[in-house]
Each structure stands twice: as C-alpha cells, then as structure tokens.
T-cell receptor
Framework: SQQGEEDPQALSIQEGENATMNCSYKTSINNLQWYRQNSGRGLVHLILIRSNEREKHSGRLRVTLDTSKKSSSLLITASRAADTASYFCASPGNTGNQFYFGTGTSLTVIP | DTEVTQTPKHLVMGMTNKKSLKCEQHMGHRAMYWYKQKAKKPPELMFVYSYEKLSINESVPSRFSPECPNSSLLNLHLHALQPEDSALYLC?????????????FGQGTRLTVV
C-alpha cells in the first residue's frame, strides 16, 4: 500500500482550541497535500506544500513538512464547529503522478 | 465553473444489474480519477485517465469498467457487483496528471449493492 498514516485517528476539542493532526508517508515526495471531507461528501483541497518548503500558512491553517522524517502536520488554530470534518493528507505515488490518501483524522469541534 | 458533477447521487442495484456512474467537469482538466471510499476509511484510488487515455488501473476487478468518452466526461460501468462493492464512489479531476496539482472532487455516488 502506498497509503500514509495519520494520527490521531480521532480528535475532539472545544471551539476556540487548536487542533493538530500528523501525517507520515512512505516514499520520497516533492509535495504533500491536505484535504477536508465533511461527512459523506466530496473532498475539498486545503493546502499544498512542496518539498522545499518547511512551513506554509493559509488563513487559520498551518502546515509543516519534514522530509527527513517523512512527516507533515496540519494545525488548525481557533477552531470552529464548522471545522468538524475528516482531514486527509495526500502524497504522490511511486511514479510521482497520482496521489494516495492517508488514513485520515476525524475532527470534532464542540461548540 | 469549478465543479465536478456526479450522477446519480444515490444508486441501489442488484447483483445481476448493469448500471453506470457519470462524472462531468468543464474546467478543461485533462486528468480524471475514480476513487472508492468505504465508511470511515480513506478514498482508495481505482482508475486514472490522462488526456482521455487510461493511465492507471489499481488492479480493480473487471466488474468495474471505466470509460472516458471525451475530455469532460468520465463514466464507470458496473456489472455483476457484489455487496462488498457498496461504497461512496468519488470522481475527481485535475489540470494535468501530476501529483502536485490540486484535485477537485465531486460529491460522490452512494452505491448500495443488494
């Protein structure tokens, strides 16, 4: 399997708190993406970080990438109830073309 | 228009039926994908088309047959499915087939095989 691993599998926090989820991947990559999926619906692209970037920000999202450890983290600051969703990292496959999703983190933000 | 449209939204089919899932995008994307997602699991890649040609088949059983009739349309033909094939089927597209480009997803077809 070319799938990455995410932890935690599930995370429950209070509104206003920060949420951190981690992704470990298997192959050498030139980029990594994060997606969000609301319950039973399509995925929405959040952010892409390239291998020459260590950190990237987009609004309340902060993504880090450590290629030496083959890991990435997604931080959501000042969480809102609307952030409740599953979050997946996606890393390229062996050919560098198509990408594969990690196991996902299910985030619940309690109002 | 940044939408990927999938039809139908829900489908119930018997194990002897033949049905098709449809996916459409008008963003000029030349890579299109089918993913299968079981409950509480990540999407699993099934097929990838690049410039209307099948580029990747992730060892999917032949009861699933993809088709890309033109650059805007992607179909998934279903025949003699098993109950374990019940899942959310997601279509996606990206500008080109490369791992470093954003993919746009449809809302999926919820398939139930009885």
């Amino acid at each position: 399997s070319q799938q990455g691993e995410e932890d935690p599998q599930a995370l429950s926090i209070q509104e206003g708190e920060n949420a951190t989820m981690n992704c470990s991947y298997k192959t050498s990559i030139n980029n990594l993406q994060w997606y969000r999926q609301n319950s039973g619906r399509g995925l929405v692209h959040l952010i892409l970080i390239r291998s020459n970037e260590r950190e990237k920000h987009s609004g309340r999202l902060r993504v880090t990438l450590d290629t030496s450890k083959k890991s990435s983290s997604l931080l959501i600051t000042a969480s809102r109830a609307a952030d409740t969703a599953s979050y997946f990292c996606a890393s390229p496959g062996n050919t560098g073309n198509q990408f594969y999703f990690g196991t996902g983190t299910s985030l619940t933000v309690i109002p | 228009d940044t939408e990927v449209t999938q039809t139908p939204k829900h489908l119930v089919m018997g194990m002897t039926n033949k049905k098709s899932l449809k996916c459409e995008q008008h963003m000029g994307h030349r890579a299109m994908y089918w993913y299968k997602q079981k409950a509480k699991k990540p999407p699993e890649l099934m097929f990838v088309y690049s410039y209307e040609k099948l580029s990747i088949n992730e060892s999917v059983p032949s009861r699933f047959s993809p088709e890309c009739p033109n650059s805007s349309l992607l179909n998934l033909h279903l025949h003699a499915l098993q109950p374990e094939d019940s899942a959310l089927y997601l279509c996606a597209s990206s500008l080109i087939l490369t791992g470093d480009t954003e993919a746009f997803f449809g809302q999926g077809t919820r398939l139930t095989v009885v």
